[in-house]
């Protein structure tokens, strides 16, 4: 069974940073995109960014660019977010996910997702 | 930015009965195709439907999907108890380089 853990979440001041860790098993990890999708409280699911399997496509929300980076290391099957001037607004559970790609439609979509961590940014 | 809106926002429904839900996008995307997701308070999402119709791994054949363009629809055909929860649509475009969700749709089982 595919198992995506999400760590490195916690308490952080406004202007801080932070970064969130996603462990891959039973997965080959090396093959999939991989993406932060994250979940304010009580809100919907907005995604964050992307990365292709090789690390050469990458792509930010509009509402992270410039202060979030997300990386990954084949060698050791983990994802990473770096999150720099963190905001209040940032204050979510973040999900690492998973994403395929439907040939027949074009579509990338999600299909494993880790249980989140939550970030939470206060003073 | 595509914005994807989903319709109704809650919908209560007694088991056996018939769910539909609808999604539809302020324009065009390249892939033209949603995705469906479940989600219950406390978990993460699970994927139930890609490319619009195609069902996940493991999801009921009482789940499926429809539509193309801008509009896209959910159907429930008949539910059960544990059904309950948040259904979001989405998207992908290859030329913004975004994934977009919808609002979601909240289903209650009366």
């Known amino acids: 069974e595919v198992q995506l853990v999400e760590s490195g979440g916690g308490v952080v001041q406004p202007g801080g940073s932070l970064r969130l860790s996603c462990g891959a098993s039973?997965?080959?990890?090396?093959?999939?995109?991989m993406n932060w999708v994250r979940q304010a409280p009580g809100e919907g699911l907005e995604w964050v960014s992307y990365?292709?399997?090789?690390?050469?496509?990458?792509y930010y929300a509009d509402s992270v660019k410039g202060r979030f980076t997300i990386s990954r290391d084949n060698a050791k099957n983990s994802l990473y977010l770096q999150m720099n001037s963190l905001r209040p607004e940032d204050t979510a559970v973040y999900y690492c996910?998973?994403?395929?790609?439907?040939?027949?439609?074009?579509?990338?979509?999600?299909?494993?997702w880790g249980k989140g961590t939550l970030v939470t940014v206060s003073s | 930015e595509i914005v994807l809106t989903q319709s109704p926002g809650t919908l209560s429904l007694s088991p056996g009965e018939r769910a539909t839900l609808s999604c539809r996008a302020s324009?065009?995307?390249?892939?033209?195709?949603s995705a469906w997701y479940q989600q219950k308070p406390g978990q993460a999402p699970r994927l139930l439907i890609y490319?619009?119709?195609s069902r996940a791994t493991g999801v009921p054949d009482r789940f499926s999907g429809s539509g193309s363009g801008t509009d896209f629809t959910l159907t429930i055909s008949r539910l059960e108890p544990e059904d309950f929860g948040v259904y979001y649509c989405?998207?992908?475009?290859?030329?913004?380089?975004?994934?977009?969700f919808g609002p979601g749709t909240k289903v209650d089982i009366k």
């Open positions: 996910a998973s994403s395929d790609y439907d040939f027949r439609s074009g579509l990338y979509y999600f299909d494993f």
């Open positions: 039973e997965f080959t990890f090396s093959s999939y995109s």
């Open positions: 990365i292709s399997s090789t690390s050469t496509t990458i």
């Open positions: 324009q065009s995307s390249s892939s033209s195709s």
């Open positions: 490319g619009a119709s």
């Open positions: 989405q998207q992908y475009s290859s030329s913004l380089g975004e994934f977009t």
